[in-house]
T-cell receptor, first 114, second 109 residues
Framework: DVKVTQSSRYLVKRTGEKVFLECVQD?????MFWYRQDPGLGLRLIYF???????EKGDIPEGYSVSREKKERFSLILESASTNQTSMYLC?????????????FGDGTRLSIL | DAKTTQPNSMESNEEEPVHLPCNHS???????IHWYRQLPSQGPEYVIH???SNVNNRMASLAIAEDRKSSTLILHRATLRDAAVYYC??????????FGKGTLLTVNP
């Protein structure tokens, strides 16, 4: 089975801190995604990557950046955390170049910015 | 912008079929339709996907309208373990999926 592992289940940080969320997948998937999930808003795409060092903005990239130095690892960076970035963050990965493969999700990181 | 809409909540009785609807108002010809479900404290789990024709797997069936503007996830006999938030989505031609806001399914014993 595909395993997508997010480094922390819960994280508490302070306003203005630089925050790193890490995601690792073990199935050699080309594509990796970061979403945030908020009540009543569903899943919203922040950034995705279709290859090492390649990235594309999703629907809500403001305040975030990403890094993909190795195929299995995709990092989400909050350059200067703010309280409105308190949310559940979900990482996903998928194989192939079209939407005919399922996305595999991690269990999420619940991030609180105080 | 892509628009994927679904009801906020639905209720079913145990061992009865459940039909979860989704509208895909801006789907394009090459976009796949995916369904996922999410249990409390877990990430979303893949359920089923398809392009044009109806699809079946061990978890569910997916019915896709002829014009592809709507889809229905069918759980043939709901169990208490099927209580979850169900997300429909479409996309893929540009690597990404656009998700609906989810339908909370309650299953009554």
């Amino acid at each position: 089975d595909v395993k997508v592992t997010q480094s922390s289940r819960y994280l508490v940080k302070r306003t203005g801190e630089k925050v790193f969320l890490e995601c690792v997948q073990d199935m050699d998937h080309e594509n990796m995604f970061w979403y945030r999930q908020d009540p009543g808003l569903g899943l919203r795409l922040i950034y995705f990557s279709y290859d090492v060092k390649m990235k594309e903005k999703g629907d809500i990239p403001e305040g975030y950046s990403v890094s993909r130095e190795k195929k299995e690892r995709f990092s989400l960076i909050l350059e200067s955390a703010s309280t409105n970035q308190t949310s559940m963050y979900l990482c996903a990965s998928t194989f192939g170049t079209w939407g005919n493969q399922p996305q595999h999700f991690g269990d999420g990181t619940r991030l609180s910015i105080l | 912008d892509a628009k994927t809409t679904q009801p906020n909540s639905m209720e079913s009785n145990e061992e009865e079929p459940v039909h979860l609807p989704c509208n895909h108002s801006t789907i394009s010809g090459t976009d796949y339709i995916h369904w996922y479900r999410q249990l409390p404290s877990q990430g979303p789990e893949y359920v089923i996907h398809g392009l044009t024709s109806n699809v079946n797997n061990r978890m569910a069936s997916l019915a896709i309208a002829e014009d592809r503007k709507s889809s229905t996830l069918i759980l043939h006999r709901a169990t208490l373990r099927d209580a979850a938030v169900y997300y429909c989505s479409d996309g893929g031609s540009n690597y990404k999926l656009t998700f609906g806001k989810g339908t909370l399914l309650t299953v009554n014993p």
